[in-house]
T-cell receptor
Framework: GDSVTQMEGPVTLSEEAFLTINCTYTATGYPSLFWYVQYPGEGLQLLLKATKADDKGSNKGFEATYRKETTSFHLEKGSVQVSDSAVYFC????????????FGAGTQVVVTP | DARVTQTPRHKVTEMGQEVTMRCQPILGHNTVFWYRQTMMQGLELLAYFRNRAPLDDSGMPKDRFSAEMPDATLATLKIQPSEPRDSAVYFCASAGEGGRNQPQHFGDGTRLSIL
């Protein structure tokens, strides 16, 4: 079945550092890929998405490129802020699932001043 | 911005009591999901509905959990009787038409503690 694997956390960074969170997936079809972010005490929020190979999703300085050849969708940000401290989830949705998402385990990111 | 609304935000009750959690999806969204989040298991899909009809509730313990959509503006998740292991944050999410390309929009969750 479909699955998503993302790097374990916590990832601890200093402010203005470069952030990468690795995400790889297994799917039988051609899924859409998503990154969600969860701030403390809140629900998940869509951060960005990509719906086909080589698409790049971007939002709030974050970027991720849909790489079919490596089945990856790594999240990057060039200069993190303390306010980026959160849990980040990679997810996929395949064509037969009525929008059902398969989530990774989540990666906690802690940014220190 | 339109939001998914969940009530109550917090619930503390004793083992054996009935718990009802409510969700108001975004107006016009026709797919509703229920999730449970714990430290040990992460995010688990319990059930989801499309046009108010249940599509999959295989993630739910059938003997004590039930999910319904009495109308298009209300989804409910009930636990009867509740047990301490049900303590978790329960999220509702909704999505519009568009299948796999449509993102899910999450509520802020119900934090449930069963004593």
């Amino acid at each position: 079945g479909d699955s998503v694997t993302q790097m374990e956390g916590p990832v601890t960074l200093s402010e203005e550092a470069f952030l990468t969170i690795n995400c790889t997936y297994t799917a039988t079809g051609y899924p859409s890929l998503f990154w969600y972010v969860q701030y403390p005490g809140e629900g998940l929020q869509l951060l960005l998405k990509a719906t086909k190979a080589d698409d790049k999703g971007s939002n709030k300085g974050f970027e991720a490129t849909y790489r079919k050849e490596t089945t990856s969708f790594h999240l990057e940000k060039g200069s993190v802020q303390v306010s980026d401290s959160a849990v980040y989830f990679c997810a996929l949705s395949d064509g037969d699932s009525w929008g059902k998402l398969q989530f990774g385990a989540g990666t906690q990111v802690v940014v220190t001043p | 911005d339109a939001r998914v609304t969940q009530t109550p935000r917090h619930k503390v009750t004793e083992m054996g009591q009935e718990v009802t959690m409510r969700c108001q999806p975004i107006l016009g969204h026709n797919t509703v999901f229920w999730y449970r989040q714990t430290m040990m298991q992460g995010l688990e899909l319990l059930a989801y509905f499309r046009n108010r009809a249940p599509l999959d509730d295989s993630g739910m313990p059938k003997d004590r959990f039930s999910a319904e959509m009495p109308d298009a503006t209300l989804a409910t998740l009930k636990i009867q009787p509740s047990e301490p292991r049900d303590s978790a944050v329960y999220f509702c999410a909704s999505a519009g038409e568009g299948g796999r390309n449509q993102p899910q929009h999450f509520g802020d969750g119900t934090r449930l503690s069963i004593l």
